[in-house]
């Protein structure tokens, strides 16, 4: 069965500090592996994806993403954070369904 | 974004009311799904169709009655709900091919509060 761990549940970062989220799937095949991004009351919006190729993958908004095999993680990083970027993050796994993290709630001080 | 849309965006309704969520997709996908976010819970999902068929019913009590009249449009039928069914209602669309589920896209969601 397929799982997502993500780890922290709240993290605080300053504005124009680096963003590394941490996400751990479990899935017994090649993992299809997203990022989501939610702002409050409203729906996800997907930030990128993987399928397959290149481990490094780019999505809107500067943020990035990172597949390792090896460590089962599919972390999300922005080398400089906005205030906007103030939101809960979603990892997602799919394979015959598409399961979800708990999210990690983002705070950016100011 | 207006590939996924919902109406209505905010819903109070009485535990006694009969009411009804809408979701419709633009993006030519062949599956529709029904999620439940609530407050300091994950994602939980509710129902998902794949070409008007229902293929997953997770366990949804029965006053949730989904609706698949066609592969853009999904409803969601209330009725006799309880507070506890006060949540964020998200609608997704996505292509599943070869049993496989690729990205999913949501709308914005309703925001429903039982009184």
């Known amino acids: 069965a397929q799982s997502v761990t993500q780890p922290d549940i709240h993290i605080t970062v300053s504005e124009g500090a680096s963003l590394e989220l941490r996400c751990n799937y479990s899935?017994?095949?090649?993992?299809?592996l997203f990022w989501y991004v939610q702002s409050p009351g409203q729906g996800l919006q997907l930030l990128l994806k993987?399928?397959?190729?290149?481990?490094l993958v780019q999505g809107i908004k500067g943020f990035e993403a990172e597949f390792k095999r090896s460590q089962s993680s599919f972390n999300l990083r922005k080398p400089s954070v906005h205030w906007s970027d103030a939101a809960e993050y979603f990892c997602?796994?799919?394979?015959?369904?598409?399961?979800f993290g708990a999210g990690t709630i983002l705070r950016v001080k100011s | 974004e207006t590939g996924v849309t919902q109406t209505p965006r905010h819903l109070v309704m009485g535990m006694t009311n009969k009411k009804s969520l809408k979701c419709e997709q633009h993006?030519?996908?062949?599956?529709m799904y029904w999620y439940k976010q609530s407050a300091k819970k994950p994602l939980e999902l509710m129902f998902v169709?794949?070409?008007?068929?229902?293929?997953e019913n997770n366990s949804v009590p029965s006053r949730f009655s989904p609706e698949c009249p066609n592969s853009s449009h999904l409803f969601l039928h209330l009725h006799t709900l309880q507070p506890e069914d006060s949540a964020l209602y998200l609608c997704?669309?996505?292509?599943?091919?070869?049993?496989?589920?690729?990205?999913?896209?949501f709308g914005p969601g309703t925001r429903l509060t039982v009184t």
């Open positions: 997704a669309s996505s292509q599943e091919l070869a049993g496989r589920t690729y990205e999913q896209y």
């Open positions: 899935y017994g095949a090649t993992p299809y």
């Open positions: 993987y399928f397959s190729g290149d481990t």
């Open positions: 997602a796994v799919g394979g015959n369904k598409l399961v």
């Open positions: 993006l030519g996908h062949n599956a």
């Open positions: 169709y794949n070409f008007k068929e229902q293929t």
